[in-house]
Each structure stands twice: as C-alpha cells, then as structure tokens.
C-alpha cells in the first residue's frame, strides 16, 4: 500500500510539471484529491489493513497529500505568474509609462494689453473703430493738418508704396475716417487699436508696433474731460495710487497738444532708474482736436470740439509688466511668453 502511494505521488507530480493551462491543473487537483479521486480511494482501502499498520500508513497518505497540495499550489501560482507577464509582454502599450504634458496656449502680452485697455475705453462709453494698416497719405498725414511739406512729418518717416500709399504712420487717421463717416452726428466716441509702421529699429523702437487712439467729438467738449477721461485710464490701468501730469507739446492735428506722463509704476515718483530720477514716465500724446482737422472731417468747428489721444501699447505692456527690451515681445521665445 506504500508502494501504492509514492506511486500516485510519482504520477501526481509529474502530470503537474507537464501541465500548461490552469485548467489542466485544476483537472489534477480533482483527480488526486478530490472526493472520487485516486488519493481518496487508496485511503478507504485502509479498513482492510491491520491495526499496527493503519497508523504508519495513515502518516504516509497525509504526506502525500500535503506533498502534492502543496506542490500543485505552487504550480498555480508559477503559472499564473507566468501569464501575467507574458500578457504584459505582449501590450504595445506600456501603461506604467508617465503621460505627454500639452502645452496650453496663452494670450501674448500686447493682446493682453490691448484687451485691459479696451475694456477700460468701453467701460467710459466708448466703442472700437478700426481702418486699414495701406493707407493713403491723404489720411495719415494731409487731412491731420500735415501737408506734404511739413517739417513734422520727418518724425514719422514710413514705408511707401506709391506716392500716395503708405503704412500708416499712426492710428490717427482712424479718427479722420471715422469723422467722416459719422459726420454731422454727434457724438463720436471711439478708440482705434491696431498695427503701425515707422522707419525705427532699436531697444526701444520697432519697425512695426501698436498704438490705441481715442477721440471724442461733441457739443462743449473740454480738456478737463481729457484730464478726466485719461485719469481714470491710469488708475484703472497701472493703479489707484497713479498719478497724470500734463505738459505742453505740439501736434499738428491738436491745438493745444500735451504730453501725459503718469508717477513712476516702479518708485511711485520718488525717482529710480525707470524714470531717469525725474518720478514720471511718458504714456501718451493728446490734445484737443485742432479746427482744421475737424473741418476736414465735415464737422463745424463753430459748433463741435472733441478730444484725442494715442499712445503706444508696446510701451504701455513694457511699464506694466517692466520689461527693458521691446525686442523680446516680437521674438517669440517661449521662456519670456510664458511669463505672462
Ligand atoms: N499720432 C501721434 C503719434 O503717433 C500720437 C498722438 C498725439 C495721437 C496726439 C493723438 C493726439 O490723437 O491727439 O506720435
């Protein structure tokens, strides 16, 4: 009977080395050990056995069922082992691997820019005009009071197309476009974002920047309404604490003309190295509509003034944002856009 059993656990084992799914080996279990199974019947043969072999023999049996229990779970869970990483072999796609990180577009500073200050402009009531960056001398020089001889015109030298046609120099002309559009109507009130083109290349100058330009034009009219307007465009734009000074300039399409500085965004006008020590930075042109301009326009100066301003927003985003080189906003390099 001893025989018998190192027998079974012979073949037990061997069929277990040779079995290559789950399921065969799961047969094996069934086969050796379960209810009907060979291990089973051998040990209910035991009754025929003598009482002083029963107990020798009974040791035996459990062994050999410890023995293949134990091996066939061992089986199992080699197998299963095996499976899995034969699986995991077999994906192309490696899950454990870390994901692709997009990058996320962002809006580039002067767009940021121009976006506040047209929010500031609509918020005081006025809309946006716009006109073409091809524009004719008449609109960007003769009908702002620059005839073709004026000594004025030098400041703004330009890329001609024809005699005629150029790049507009300056926003202004939208003023007169709109003028004319709307003339006799009252009121006009428009800022005109866009493109500009001068013959200037350095630190602080490109060929091609952006200015926003505003005009009112209405019955009674002043420049305190220029004073106020462009105030409250400074508080909202750089602060509450900000500060306007005006001084006295010359444009030809503005009559008087000033010059707006606003208290240093970097020292509060205490004077650093942004401001040349003076406390005041320079932000834009303005004035009060000159008669002629308005004429030309097909408005009566007997009846109507108006105010205008423009200013650079390249200068606008380099103060708010202190940067020293207006040549790193048109450079495109990711390490400075994503700054902002
Ligand atoms: N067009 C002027 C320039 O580019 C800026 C300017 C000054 C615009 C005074 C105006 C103004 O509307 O009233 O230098």
Redesign the pocket.
């Known amino acids: 009977m001893e025989q018998k059993l190192l027998r079974i656990q012979a073949r037990a084992l061997e069929e277990m080395a040779g079995a290559k799914s789950l399921e065969e080996l799961n047969e094996i279990r069934v086969r050796y050990l379960g209810k009907k199974g060979e291990l089973t019947g051998v040990l209910r043969g035991m009754g025929a056995l003598s009482p002083e072999e029963r107990p020798r023999i009974g040791q035996i049996a459990n062994q050999v069922r410890d023995k293949i229990e134990e091996k066939l779970n061992d089986s199992t869970a080699r197998l299963k082992d095996r499976i899995k990483r034969e699986k995991l072999a077999a994906e192309s796609l490696d899950i454990t691997l870390p994901g692709t990180v997009f990058n996320l577009g962002r809006l580039h500073p002067l767009t940021v820019v121009t976006r506040r200050i047209e929010d500031i402009f609509l918020g005081l009531g006025f809309s946006i005009a716009e006109g073409p960056e091809v524009e004719l001398d008449y609109y960007n020089f003769e009908a702002l009071n620059l005839p073709k001889d004026h000594p004025a015109r030098d400041m703004?030298d330009t890329f001609f197309i024809t005699q005629e046609v150029l790049l507009r120099?300056?926003?202004?002309p939208v003023?007169v476009r709109t003028m004319e559009r709307t003339a006799p109507a009252l009121p006009v009130k428009i800022i005109a974002p866009g493109k500009v083109y001068r013959r200037d290349d350095d630190a602080t100058h490109s060929p091609m920047f952006h200015?926003v330009?505003?005009?009112a034009v209405d019955r009674r009219i002043t420049m305190a309404d220029l004073r106020g307007v462009l105030q409250v465009f400074a508080e909202q734009m750089f602060g509450p604490e900000t500060r306007t000074r005006f001084r006295p300039s010359y444009?030809p399409?503005?009559e008087p003309?000033a010059e707006v500085d606003i208290s240093c965004v970097m020292c509060g006008g205490r004077g650093c190295r942004t401001c040349s020590h003076t406390g005041w930075l320079e932000i834009?042109?303005?004035?009060m509509v000159h008669p002629r301009v308005l004429e030309m326009s097909g408005y009566n100066s007997g009846e109507v003034t108006g105010f205008?301003?423009?200013m650079g927003v390249e200068r606008i985003t380099m103060l708010k944002y202190g940067i020293d080189d207006l040549r790193l906003l048109f450079e495109n390099d990711m390490r400075f856009l994503q700054q902002f």
């Open positions: 703004q120099t300056h926003t202004s003023q200015q330009e505003g005009l444009f399409f503005t003309s834009l042109g303005c004035g205008a301003f423009g």
